[in-house]
């Protein structure tokens, strides 16, 4: 299946239910639950103000506690087959992550372990945030609201 293919399957795929256990603007914190399956998952989005005002660390993976327990990579594939929702619920996360917080968000980084995940992730990005400019460098993404790039 061609990547744009599994752009369109993720971006149409039912998600499970998730909740925000921490939303803490004023500490730059913000951090849903979700499960797929049995595995739990966790979505953070941190805010690195020492850096540039705006700039946000965005993370998901499996729930450290399970990884551990279950000898397992928080950020590596589970080989579960439940790749797409898992998926289509972060991309769920994220829009209301980035509704919420739209004014406070100038920058998004994020990494990518894997070329196909990089692949995967950069036409995310590109379809859920067209306008925003995205600059990769190795596993590395740095993903810039049109507004803040000097012309």
Do not use: C
Not at 35 to 41: D, H, M, N
Not at 90 to 111: G, H, M, T, Y
Not at 112 to 125: F, I, P, T
Not at 135 to 143: D, L, P, S
Request: aromatic residues 12%.
């Amino acid at each position: 299946m061609r990547i744009k293919e599994i752009i369109t399957e993720l971006f149409n795929q039912s998600t499970v239910p998730f909740k925000w256990t921490k939303q803490d603007d004023n500490n730059g914190v913000y951090v849903a639950v979700f499960t797929v399956g049995e595995i739990p998952y966790l979505f953070s989005a941190f805010r690195l103000e020492t850096v540039q005002p705006g700039e946000w660390d965005v993370k998901f993976g499996i729930h450290s506690k399970y990884a551990k327990e279950n000898s397992l990579n928080s950020y590596g594939i589970t080989g579960t087959g439940n790749a797409g929702v898992v998926m289509s619920t972060v991309v769920s996360i994220l829009k209301e992550f980035l509704a919420q917080n739209i004014s406070n968000i100038n920058v998004l980084k994020f990494s990518a372990a894997e070329e196909s995940r990089r692949k995967l992730y950069a036409r995310m990005v590109q379809r859920l945030l067209p306008e925003w400019i995205i600059e990769q460098k190795g596993k590395y993404f740095t993903v810039t609201r049109p507004e803040v790039v000097e012309v």
